[in-house]
């Protein structure tokens, strides 16, 4: 019978033993540090993260000893003067647990390992103690490194990256979704920060680009990167704030919270990054900031639903996300958001979906005055008021004031900016309007939307070489989107390029094949303004007599009368063709006919 093991003296343990857990793929070692894969692999790169890798296949790729990560960590949280974890919320769960014995592996940790006593923990704590070494003197390096390419600059504009779901559960995906936006609109109400909109974020899901790739085409000097996972009763939310610029950490945090408190812990993480950016806030503005209301959890998660869809931009996914607004607002029939939510995705229906203004005028004025009832200094509801009130009221002067309100409150509202530049452009401020659409551009220019507009503003302010570049953008963000191919058809048009104009409606065709709207009212007036008037007035037979489009033919063949006659008919049916009418090039040959001081009276757009 062999001795007891207790008997034959020390055991050296081996290398596996005095490192730890083994963790053997991206995934496991993400879990272990309660990051994302793309995090991790970046601490890798950028700062040093102790991977290790291999060529058998059965082990994976690369791999990792949980000891050396705990001593990493260690050494970044002394550099970046953070505590490994949230401290107010217990003990860190990202703390190494106690460990366990790897059937797969054959390294025996855990309680198991005790048997080898005090002297294998001193090993364990003297191969740490070389790992802690070696990072804090690749930090030390690192930030020399960093010392000799200048201080950090201040973070002046930033990005909210989409929240990355690590429950494993799709059902739950509106939570991370829910996140990123409450930090983005938290953030947006700081005026001396530009905060890039969601939508622009999201069009960056699932895309793999370095974060100096994001900061150029964003043009961003900061981004917020995160996670959350929600098991059971309980969340955890990790988030990290990297310069953009040079795609170096500044600052990294845990939170863990119970998983009903959803609203709190957002605002905050929004606080907390506010505080890491360093940015200038006023008073009034941390008190915003800090804001919790009092809401029904339950409505709550129906309001973030809606939101999820209503981001998506597809007409069904409103529709479904008016549904939850409803049910929110059933719930907690006090709770502010719901009903601006619920203006903000009729006034999108209206604006890019199927329906007309008439439909969509009545709902969304009726929620944004309730939003209002509740909450008065809701930018949202005031850009979707102020949408009605000028568009379908043609009330533009108090219109103005209620979206000049809304950008004073919240100046990095992309809805805000975007009815702003609507309404300046109606009224014929084009200077104002195209300050307007710029900013919106620069809070989202990854939406082929609000860059369309840009360039239906420098149109209609006679920049035509402007409004090409600015349309071709568009049309690269979203090929298959019409309207971008009717107004480039215009910009032609003005610039004398018939073909070109033309060749735009044929591509509108070939893209919607049957489906194609009838565009015989557009090319009978390029046909007209080429000179080409029989050929046009041949197409114009197959306008309908009521339609606005008659009057665009009329005016490009000379007919002045029969252009007005076509105009006081849509005025009469008062038609939302009209809106813009007042700078729109198409009509510069009626401008000294005293019948347009009258259409434009009728429309309170007089001088």
């Known amino acids: 019978m062999s001795a007891p093991t207790e008997e ?17 793929s991206w ?11 793309r995090t991790v692999q970046r601490w890798e790169r950028r700062e040093g993260l102790p991977i290790h890798r291999q060529q058998h296949d059965k082990l994976g790729s690369v791999y990792a000893f949980s000891h050396e990560i705990d001593a990493w960590r260690t050494a970044r949280s002394r550099h970046l003067e953070e505590p490994p974890g949230d401290t107010a919320s217990g003990p860190d769960p990202l703390e190494s647990s106690e460990p366990e014995i790897r059937a797969d592996s054959g390294v025996l940790i855990g309680p198991a390992a005790s048997r080898f006593g005090r002297r294998h923990r001193l090993a364990t704590a003297g191969i740490a103690a070389i790992v802690v070494i070696g990072v804090v003197g690749w930090a030390i390096f690192r930030q020399a490194g960093a010392a000799s390419e200048g201080p950090r600059g201040e973070i002046r504009s930033i990005v909210v990256l989409p929240f990355e779901d690590l429950s494993g559960d799709s059902s739950q995906e509106f939570i991370a979704a829910g996140l990123t936006e409450e930090v983005t609109a938290r953030l947006a109400q700081l005026t001396t920060l530009r905060v890039v909109s969601r939508t622009s974020a999201m069009s960056l899901q699932g895309r793999k680009v370095p974060v100096r790739e994001i900061a150029r085409e964003l043009d961003v000097d900061g981004a917020v990167e995160g996670s959350v996972r929600r098991e059971g009763g309980r969340m955890r939310i990790s988030v990290q704030l990297i310069d953009a610029r040079r795609d170096t950490h500044v600052w990294a945090r845990d939170f863990e919270r119970e998983a009903a408190a959803i609203w709190p812990v957002q605002i905050e993480v929004a606080q907390a990054v506010a505080d890491a950016i360093r940015v200038t806030a006023t008073p009034e503005e941390r008190a915003r900031l800090a804001a919790v209301p009092s809401v029904s959890p339950a409505a709550h998660e129906e309001y973030l639903l809606g939101r999820h869809l209503l981001w998506k931009v597809i007409e069904e996914d409103r529709v479904r996300a008016i549904e939850h607004f409803d049910r929110s607002i059933r719930l907690d029939p006090q709770y502010a958001a719901p009903y601006a939510a619920l203006a903000h995705a009729w006034w999108m229906r209206g604006v890019f979906g199927p329906l007309s203004l008439k439909e969509v005028a009545a709902p969304a004025r009726e929620a944004a005055l309730a939003a209002l009832a509740r909450d008065d200094r809701n930018a949202e509801a005031l850009a ?26 919240e100046p990095n509202r992309v809805d805000a900016r975007y009815v702003h530049a609507l309404l300046l452009m109606a009224t014929a401020r084009l200077d104002g309007a195209i300050s307007e659409i710029d900013y919106a551009t620069r ?19 006679r920049r035509f070489d402007e409004a090409r570049m600015r349309l071709e953008r568009a ?27 033309l060749g735009m409606l044929q591509q509108i065709e070939a893209l919607a094949g049957s489906a194609a709207t009838p565009l015989s009212g557009a090319r009978a007036r390029i046909l007209a303004r080429a000179g080409r008037a029989n050929e046009a007035r041949r197409l114009l037979a197959q306008v309908p007599q009521q339609s606005p489009m008659r009057a665009e033919v009329f005016a490009a063949l000379g007919d002045r009368d029969a252009a007005f006659m076509s105009l006081f008919r849509a005025l009469d049916q008062r038609d939302s063709w009209l809106l813009f009418i007042k700078s729109d090039p198409i009509f510069d040959g009626l401008h000294r006919d005293p019948r347009w001081a009258d259409v434009l009276q009728r429309m309170n757009l007089g001088e």
Not at 28 to 34: D, P, Q, R
Not at 445 to 455: C, D, F, I, K
Request: net charge negative; hydrophobic share 40%.
């Open 8 to 24: 034959r003296g020390p055991i050296p343990p081996t290398q596996a033993e005095a490192q730890g857990r083994r963790l053997d």
């Open 475 to 501: 049309l690269e963000l979203e090929p298959r989107n019409a309207g971008i191919y009717v107004r480039l058809a215009n910009v032609h048009e003005q610039l004398g390029r018939y073909d070109e104009a």
């Open 384 to 409: 979707a008021l102020a949408y009605v009130q000028g568009m379908f009221d043609w009330d533009w002067n108090r219109a103005l004031a209620t979206v000049e309100r809304a950008v004073a409150l």
């Open 443 to 461: 809070l989202d220019p990854l939406s082929a939307q609000v860059n369309s507009t840009y360039g239906r503003v420098l149109y209609r302010a």
């Open 27 to 37: 995934k496991e070692i993400a879990a272990y540090l309660g990051r994302d894969v």
